[in-house]
């Protein structure tokens, strides 16, 4: 799972970084700070799933979520 959501993470640093934003300019579309963008870009901090909807967000993307069974399910 936290695979995953650094995957997740690293695509919309990926989209931030194409389109010539800089953390500064995310931190202030998302109201927050310059270091908690490059925190939650860098993985060092476990995002909630509604920052992370917000950073899509500032970066003019959206996260679509689907429920599956996980692999340890009997």
């Not at 650094?6 to 998302?30: C, D, F, K, P, Y």
């Amino acid at each position: 799972m936290a695979d995953r959501r650094r995957a997740l993470i690293a695509e919309l640093a990926e989209v931030r970084r194409v389109s010539g934003a800089s953390q500064t300019e995310i931190a202030a579309r998302m109201g927050t700070s310059q270091s908690a963008v490059a925190r939650l870009e860098s993985g060092e901090w476990d995002a909630r799933l509604s920052t992370i909807e917000r950073y899509a967000a500032a970066v003019g993307s959206t996260v679509d979520w689907q429920v599956r069974p996980s692999e340890e399910s009997p």
